[in-house]
């Protein structure tokens, strides 16, 4: 298990780890980037239910590869202690599914959580080339995770591990088709977060770009079919255009019963707004950062947008946790359901 001093490392650092355990690690290739680097599978298990994990389709949100590299590397050092989970469970893991937005971001990752290093350093890929929107086919990266989900598909769960810049809190996402069978279960979470001092995220979005209000803490999967709606009706088509599938929808499309979830933790957390489904603090803070960007790109003297918003890290360890938590809880569920 990982501990709060836990750094968050790249990619590169994960292939290091990766070659002290399995010499030729290329039989678990599934593709490469579309720079060439090697994209990465491992099937765990071989329990009935099926479960895919992918981290790392937005490049700035590395806690979630990092939450994965930790788990492939504690199976492979700790067979024993998943001998009983991989008799239930059958474990898909794509590590990292975006690795050239890890190189991309590499200024800032080993620095976290130094905050002006990472305002200034950090690359995500905009419309058209975010992996998360690109399913089946847009990217190389795309195209190998379908490939190596198709061996077992369709799947049970499907978690595609995310992050978010900033937060008021925690914000689990949670696909429509699961919203009633999952109402105890996140009064649970709820509760389970709070003792981890986290908060809910509250932001009622009211449905814009497909993004269903389920409370304080929880929304609906993102869906490229309303992502193109909402961009076709501001008269954008070549904006519209560019959304694929997500790779919720792709699974969903294999098994339109399998439970989807979309992990939002932040690097940063900020002071909690009151819970009226307007984080009012944290759009305020983005708002800020929009302003800097253009006035001072290298965002020196970021001391009064601590003080002012409240930022403060989720440090790696912690947050790999929470992700870990976060599925190990959705295992549960899934079984629940099926049984
Ligand atoms: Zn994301």
Not at 2 to 26: G, N, V
Not at 305 to 313: C, D, E, N, Q
Request: proline share 8%.
């Amino acid at each position: 298990m990982t501990t709060a001093s836990d750094d968050l490392w790249l990619y590169s650092r994960f292939l290091i780890e990766l070659k002290k355990r399995l010499p030729d690690p290329s039989t678990h290739t599934i593709g490469n980037s579309e720079a060439g680097m090697p994209i990465f599978g491992f099937v765990f298990g071989k329990g009935d239910i099926i479960a895919s994990l992918v981290a790392g389709a937005h490049a700035d949100e590395p806690v979630g590869p990092n939450t994965l590299y930790r788990l492939i590397l504690d199976i492979m050092d700790h067979p024993g202690r998943f001998q009983e989970l991989f008799g239930r469970f059958r474990l898909m893991i794509i590590p990292h599914v975006n690795p050239d937005g890890d190189a991309a971001n590499a200024s800032w990752i080993p620095r976290f959580p130094e905050l002006t290093p990472f305002l200034a350093g950090m690359k995500r890929e905009h419309p058209g080339r975010d992996v998360e929107f690109g399913y089946p086919a847009m990217r190389p990266e795309n195209r190998a995770a379908v490939r190596f989900w198709e061996r077992e598909a369709p799947v049970h769960l499907h978690f595609s591990l995310h992050g978010m810049q900033f937060s008021e809190g925690y914000l689990l996402l949670i696909n429509d088709e699961w919203e009633e069978r999952t109402r105890t279960w996140r009064r649970n979470y709820d509760s389970t977060m709070r003792d981890e001092g986290l908060q809910p995220h509250d932001h009622d979005r009211a449905g814009q770009k497909g993004f269903n209000y389920m409370g304080p803490g929880f929304t609906s999967t993102p869906k490229g079919t309303a992502m193109r709606e909402f961009f076709l009706d501001k008269g954008d088509p070549g904006t519209a255009a560019l959304f694929h599938s997500s790779s919720m929808e792709y699974h969903l499309g294999r098994n339109p019963d399998a439970l989807c979830m979309v992990t939002e933790f932040p690097l940063f957390l900020v002071e909690t707004s009151p819970q009226n489904g307007l984080p009012e603090n944290y759009l305020a803070l983005k708002k800020e950062l929009e302003k800097r960007k253009k006035q001072n790109p290298e965002y020196e003297g970021t001391d009064r947008l601590v003080s002012r918003f409240g930022i403060r890290p989720i440090l790696p360890g912690k947050a790999m946790q929470l992700q870990q938590l976060t599925v190990w809880k959705a295992l549960g569920l899934v079984e629940t359901n099926i049984k």
